[in-house]
Nanobody
Framework: RVQLVESGGGSVQAGGSLRLSCAVSEYTRNTFNMGWFRQTPDKEREGVAVIVRHYSRTFYADSVKGRFTISQDDAKTTVFLQMNNVQPDDTAKYYC???????????????????WGQGTQVTVAS
């Protein structure tokens, strides 16, 4: 069974940085794509960043491009989200997700992902 555990959330001032981590129990076709998604009470779930792990190819939402970076360790046991220059609009609960790679699917579409972590809260204050 795929197990995903997020960590690294917390409170940070606007303009600051935060790094989220997602520990992944396995590297198989079930976890070839890994993504970070976020959700607030008044917004739909949003795809933030995705990494195609075999190639380390990445995709980003326009709202975070240039500020956030998704990456993984060499053993592919952990996926990171480096959040720089965070803004109040980044406040949300962030979820790590895993799924197979589908060439015909938008990587930032949450419907592609079969496994989800419990989430970690990120709060950005002015």
């Amino acid at each position: 069974r795929v197990q995903l555990v997020e960590s690294g959330g917390g409170s940070v001032q606007a303009g600051g940085s935060l790094r989220l981590s997602c520990a992944v129990s396995e590297y198989t076709r079930n976890t070839f794509n890994m993504g970070w998604f976020r959700q607030t009470p008044d917004k739909e779930r949003e795809g933030v960043a995705v990494i195609v792990r075999h190639y380390s190819r990445t995709f980003y939402a326009d709202s975070v491009k240039g500020r956030f970076t998704i990456s993984q360790d060499d053993a592919k046991t952990t996926v990171f989200l480096q959040m720089n220059n965070v803004q109040p609009d980044d406040t949300a609960k962030y979820y790590c997700a895993a799924g197979p790679y589908d060439l015909n699917t938008e990587p930032l579409d949450s419907r592609q992902y079969n496994y989800w972590g419990q989430g970690t809260q990120v709060t950005v204050a002015s």
